[in-house]
């Protein structure tokens, strides 16, 4: 580790940025919560113009980690998450020979994180942090990851982070253990001119956050109908996305949204995200599509509705979503890089 202060008790500290990013194909369950090892392989692009800025600062002279979040110093459960993953970090680093051993327990740090995107905006706050936490830590202790590692320690935070550390089109892949579970890209964010008009019907926080809900998904009777129908979802999306057929990748990427709230509506207790607004949109987007418009939406873990389309589509599909009664607001996001150090 390289002493960035020349004080007597170095600190080191790194600054990096990451995108959120919209799953075509969902990960919903896991295998093992703890390790976050998904019960199946999922498909996403990251989301441009929305980002994470995180820096961390380790120091020696620390009595406890620290997290200030869009400049509000966080206590209890989002703290105690962050921390949970810097035992990761640190053990990793005492693995490689990078951290003394002495220090694991006791090298703290200060992490300070804004997000560009507003919360409760419908797009995944988790996946960009922990992508950002995960390449500023790499930076600052000098871990030098390579990038599969890095998506894996980026998983420990939170499982759809992994997939925000390649760049553009990225393939999480389920792997059997914590090493063969990691996220790769497989096509550059200029493959295809695809835009994510995020429609916002509600800026409250959900009631039932993704690290709650997937220990649920085991108790939906869907479930396991849904996880064998992924790897054939998954593919018909991914060649979708390489022959850049709109109709094949809104068949694969609508029918998977479906899948993942029917599992989640069935579950004990029962998941139900959606509002009477979000089923309008889902209606009125199909409807366009009939009329010959390519486009075709996915819906995360809250209300608010990812419209996917292709490029030209914007100037028909922007407005007309405005003007939906109801509608709050539209964030317009074209695929993205991956995470990286500033
Ligand atoms: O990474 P988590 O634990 O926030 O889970 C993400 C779950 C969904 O956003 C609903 C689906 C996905 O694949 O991103």
Same mark, same amino acid.
């Given at each position: 580790?390289?002493?960035?202060?020349?004080?007597?008790?170095?600190?080191?500290?790194?600054?990096?940025?990451?995108?959120?990013? @919209?799953?075509?194909?969902?990960?919903?369950?896991?295998?093992?919560?703890?390790?976050?090892?998904?019960?199946?392989?999922?498909?996403?692009?990251?989301?441009?113009?929305?980002?994470?800025?995180?820096?961390?600062?380790?120091?020696?002279?620390?009595?406890?980690?620290?997290?200030?979040?869009?400049?509000?110093?966080?206590?209890?459960?989002?703290?105690?998450?962050?921390?949970? %993953?810097?035992?990761?970090?640190?053990?990793?680093?005492?693995?490689?020979?990078?951290?003394? +051993?002495?220090?694991?327990?006791?090298?703290?740090?200060?992490?300070?994180?804004?997000?560009?995107?507003?919360?409760?905006?419908? @797009?995944?706050?988790?996946?960009?942090? %922990?992508?950002?936490?995960?390449?500023?830590?790499?930076?600052?202790?000098?871990?030098?990851?390579?990038?599969?590692?890095?998506?894996?320690?980026?998983?420990?935070?939170?499982?759809?982070?992994?997939?925000? @550390?390649?760049?553009?089109?990225?393939?999480?892949?389920?792997?059997?253990?914590?090493?063969?579970?990691?996220?790769?890209?497989?096509?550059? +964010?200029?493959?295809?001119?695809?835009?994510?008009?995020?429609?916002?019907?509600?800026?409250?926080?959900?009631?039932?956050?993704?690290?709650?809900?997937?220990?649920?998904?085991?108790?939906?009777?869907?479930?396991?109908? #849904?996880?064998?129908?992924?790897?054939?979802?998954?593919?018909?999306?991914?060649?979708? @996305?390489?022959?850049?057929?709109?109709?094949? %990748?809104?068949?694969?990427?609508?029918?998977?949204?479906?899948?993942?709230?029917?599992?989640?509506?069935?579950?004990?207790?029962?998941?139900?995200?959606?509002?009477?607004?979000?089923?309008?949109?889902?209606?009125?987007?199909?409807?366009?599509?009939?009329?010959?418009?390519?486009?075709?939406?996915?819906?995360?873990?809250?209300?608010?509705?990812?419209?996917?389309?292709?490029?030209?589509?914007?100037?028909?599909?922007?407005?007309?979503?405005?003007?939906? +009664?109801?509608?709050?607001?539209?964030?317009?996001? #074209? +695929?993205?890089?991956?995470?990286?150090?500033?």
């Amino acid at each position: 580790m390289k002493d960035k202060n020349h004080s007597q008790k170095p600190t080191h500290s790194a600054t990096a940025i990451a995108h959120p990013n @919209i799953a075509f194909i969902k990960y919903w369950g896991n295998r093992d919560d703890a390790l976050r090892l998904p019960l199946n392989s999922s498909l996403s692009m990251n989301l441009d113009g929305l980002e994470t800025r995180t820096t961390i600062s380790f120091d020696e002279s620390l009595n406890a980690d620290s997290l200030t979040l869009n400049g509000i110093l966080q206590e209890g459960a989002g703290l105690a998450r962050v921390s949970a %993953f810097l035992d990761s970090a640190r053990e990793l680093a005492v693995q490689r020979g990078i951290l003394k +051993p002495e220090l694991q327990k006791r090298y703290f740090a200060q992490v300070v994180s804004e997000n560009s995107f507003p919360a409760g905006a419908g @797009i995944a706050s988790s996946a960009s942090a %922990f992508a950002a936490l995960a390449m500023a830590v790499d930076g600052a202790l000098g871990l030098n990851l390579p990038e599969a590692q890095l998506s894996r320690l980026a998983r420990l935070g939170s499982g759809s982070a992994s997939r925000s @550390i390649p760049t553009g089109f990225v393939e999480w892949h389920a792997g059997q253990d914590d090493e063969s579970s990691y996220a790769e890209s497989f096509a550059p +964010p200029s493959h295809w001119d695809l835009v994510d008009m995020v429609v916002i019907v509600d800026r409250g926080h959900k009631q039932v956050g993704s690290s709650q809900g997937h220990p649920l998904a085991r108790t939906s009777p869907l479930n396991e109908l #849904r996880v064998a129908g992924v790897d054939e979802r998954l593919k018909v999306c991914k060649n979708a @996305i390489l022959a850049r057929d709109f109709e094949a %990748f809104a068949w694969a990427t609508e029918l998977d949204s479906e899948w993942m709230h029917a599992v989640m509506r069935t579950s004990t207790p029962s998941l139900r995200y959606w509002t009477e607004l979000t089923e309008l949109i889902l209606w009125q987007v199909r409807y366009w599509r009939q009329q010959g418009h390519a486009l075709c939406t996915t819906v995360d873990a809250g209300p608010n509705v990812h419209v996917i389309g292709t490029q030209n589509e914007l100037d028909f599909a922007l407005p007309a979503l405005k003007a939906l +009664p109801g509608v709050m607001d539209v964030i317009v996001a #074209r +695929p993205g890089a991956g995470a990286g150090l500033i």
